[in-house]
DNA sequence: TCGTATATACCGACCGGTCGGTATGTTGTA
DNA sequence: TACAACATACCGACCGGTCGGTATATACGA
């Protein structure tokens, strides 16, 4: 089944809007801007996008799901490198030049903030979302390994730490305009990593 | 020496300013919600800051000033004490209810991003020298314990990582509009420290 | 000591421009 | 000819920022 026009249209809104968050940011991005981007005129977004608030949605959710996609393309058989190998292709596509870094869930849920409710929750499912695969993915290495939970909810306080020095990396790497900072943050995940399964 | 007139209103600005950015953030926040909140009308504002740009530097600036002090205030005689210490301090300025949970230089720099480079430069300096005052603890305890570096750069990545493990949980936290995760992450992260340390 | 000159701190109307959003017209295609 | 997929033109609200003016305090000279 070929892609329709209209679905054509809507995926290169979102790539525009996608690349001018990682940019400017959401709130500092217009509607004019994405016309701008895509070559359509504002009537024309409104024919796909209800409000700009429902392409934030929108851009979230692609997002979400790109993700789960890569991440479900590098599990192997070993679990453990399973892990890895996930932390390194976050690394890898976060640090590659050209694009600018960054996280989109973050950028607007961030900017949006607690006082827009109805993006605070797709952000917040969405962070849910790859809090569960990082957990699933932890405790699948753990029980390859032997390696059993010091305490209740141990792994999934792991994996809000992983989701976390990526996202606070990024912050950092983009107010230093460095990505390096994100490769450095998530190494030191990994050597504590190793530390507590007690690997080389 | 009593406070100027003047050094009060603008005290109360920033007061304002700084609890609207962390309610809203910096760009959804507008001069005449600070005008609002503090009683003042826009003639009033643009006679004591320049620019809305300005404002966010200053806000920024006194944020980080205040970081300063208080974690200097928690410096004691051992070393180690002083640096999970100074982790507790954080999470507990962080997680107590009331006013809402943030970083200010994060939300700009990320709202701003690297488009306005004067914004940027500020954000980025703010947390090079947070990470200098982690890095030193982190050095100084280490020293204390007779630790030494595995590697070129370790504490420093170290101190990436606490910087990051901060601002991440609080992005993470903000969407899910639950402090927990900030206190769930810092613990892990001392916990990683303890045992990159070898302690109990 | 008393009037004048000046600086400080603030007011509120107003500006050009941009924002998200809408109403209506046009075109390609099946 | 009917509908999907646009374009055009426009709206009112609001944005950051400016401007002329003003009340009050302070400094100073005669």
Redesign the interface.
């Known amino acids: 089944m070929v892609q329709s026009k209209a679905e054509t249209t809507r995926q290169n809104i979102l790539d525009a809007c996608q690349a001018l968050i990682?940019?400017?940011?959401f709130?500092?991005t217009s509607i004019n801007d994405i016309c701008k981007a895509t070559g359509l005129t504002k009537g024309a977004f409104f024919y796909h996008y209800a409000s700009k608030d429902e392409l934030g949605k929108a851009v979230m959710s692609r997002w979400s799901e790109l993700g789960e996609q890569i991440m479900s393309s590098v599990v192997g058989a070993d679990p453990v490198e399973t892990l890895f190998g996930c932390i390194d292709l976050m690394v890898s596509s976060a640090t590659q030049s050209g694009n600018?870094v960054?996280c989109v869930?973050?950028?607007i849920?961030?900017?949006?903030?607690?006082?827009n409710s109805m993006l605070?929750e797709v952000?917040?499912s969405s962070?849910?979302g790859a809090h569960a695969r990082f957990q699933q993915m932890i405790t699948d290495a753990a029980d390859h390994l032997g390696v059993k939970q010091a305490s209740e909810g141990e792994f999934?306080?792991?994996a809000?730490?992983l989701?976390?020095?990526?996202?606070?990396?990024m912050?950092?790497a983009?107010?230093?305009?460095d990505p390096a900072?994100i490769t450095?943050?998530l190494?030191?995940?990994k050597q504590?990593l190793k530390?507590?399964f007690s690997l080389t």
């Open positions: 990682l940019q400017k940011g709130s500092a600018a960054g869930v973050g950028e849920s961030q900017e949006s903030g607690p006082s605070a952000a917040a962070f849910d999934a306080r792991m809000w730490s989701q976390a020095a990526f996202q606070g990396s912050v950092v983009r107010a230093k305009q900072v450095a943050v190494n030191d995940y504590s530390a507590r």
